[in-house]
């Protein structure tokens, strides 16, 4: 039965650091597993785009816990996905094989952008923005009012993302050798653009050329930089449109998370610019792993209208 954040009563609190208590972070490129009792991980592929959601998800599940050597049974275990089943029959059927696939007794299931949130803020008030292969950004008010902005994928939404920068990256190099765009340092990548069209993996793979634009931006390529400038200033109006659902009156916190952000000032430093008084740029406490492990371990406050529980029945 899948309840909206009603932690476990049954089975009383867990202990932190519990034998048996489980946090799963998944992304577009990877899913990863943490055991808490001692710090074990493992990793299993990503969300694929047009795929089986449940199937795969509960594949990559599988193969996190094989590598992670957890053959133990788990008492509880929190999910934050990157492609959450918005049909309910599919969600249940989601947490279902999740707690048969680990044992578990108790699944808390939400979507990235929560547990994002929940690692990089303490007290669980302010502006989160996640940003990987695709971009969200979670805002919630002192009276636990959220607004979610983008996430929308990468053929919708995602502004700013590793993908929109890739995919720039990549069409910047496709004209430049038709000589149709600016000559650009990026077009000495070896890349044959048709093999993209067949891969089942093609929004990771498309992704994963962003870090080459912004090594090229970093080097002074006007082109590349021009795609990152486009990147931040998505980013930054994501962020300012979050900003702008919270009641006025105090400094929001906003935090920055996700493998972008792995460039550090070279996206950090000129989003600071594009944000209003309101925003203070704080540097996250933790990962969306640790945002996991803080729900998987206690209490779903001020996150309970995000959470899903779902019980085994005794």
């Not at 006007?222 to 990147?231: N, R």
Request: charged letters at 20%.
């Amino acid at each position: 039965m899948l309840q909206r954040g009603m932690p476990s009563t049954s089975r009383g609190s867990v202990a932190d650091n519990g034998p048996a208590t489980v946090a799963i972070d998944g992304g577009q490129s990877s899913l990863r597993l943490r055991v808490l009792a001692d710090g074990r991980t493992g990793e299993g592929p990503g969300f694929v785009h047009g795929g089986d959601t449940v199937q795969d998800t509960l594949a990559a599940v599988r193969q996190a816990a094989t590598d992670a050597r957890l053959d133990e049974p788990v008492d509880v275990v929190a999910l934050g996905l990157c492609g959450l089943p918005n049909d309910v029959v599919q969600a249940e059927a989601l947490a279902d094989g999740v707690a048969e696939v680990l044992g578990a007794t108790e699944v808390r299931v939400c979507e990235d952008m929560v547990t994002a949130h929940a690692g990089a803020l303490a007290d669980g008030y302010g502006v989160v923005v996640a940003a990987g292969t695709g971009v969200v950004c979670l805002a919630i008010d002192r009276d636990r009012s959220w607004h979610k902005v983008d996430g929308h994928g990468y053929l919708f939404g995602d502004a700013g993302s590793a993908f929109a920068i890739g995919r720039a990256g990549l069409v910047a190099v496709l004209r430049a050798r038709d000589g149709r765009g600016p000559a650009t340092a990026l077009a000495t990548a070896h890349l044959d653009p048709w093999t993209y069209y067949s891969s089942p993996t093609v929004v990771d793979d498309v992704a994963r050329f962003a870090p080459t634009v912004l090594g090229h931006a970093a080097d002074g390529d006007a082109v590349a930089g021009g795609i990152v400038d486009q990147a931040v200033a998505d980013l930054g109006e994501t962020i300012r449109t979050a900003v702008a659902t919270m009641r006025p009156g105090e400094e929001i916190p906003v935090a920055c998370v996700g493998g972008l952000f792995d460039a550090g000032d070279q996206l950090l430093e000129p989003l600071a610019r594009q944000l209003d008084d309101r925003a203070a740029l704080t540097k996250p406490l933790g990962t969306p792993l640790d945002g996991a492990a803080r729900l998987a371990r206690g209490t779903l406050q001020p996150y309970d209208d995000l959470v899903t529980v779902h019980r085994r029945p005794e």
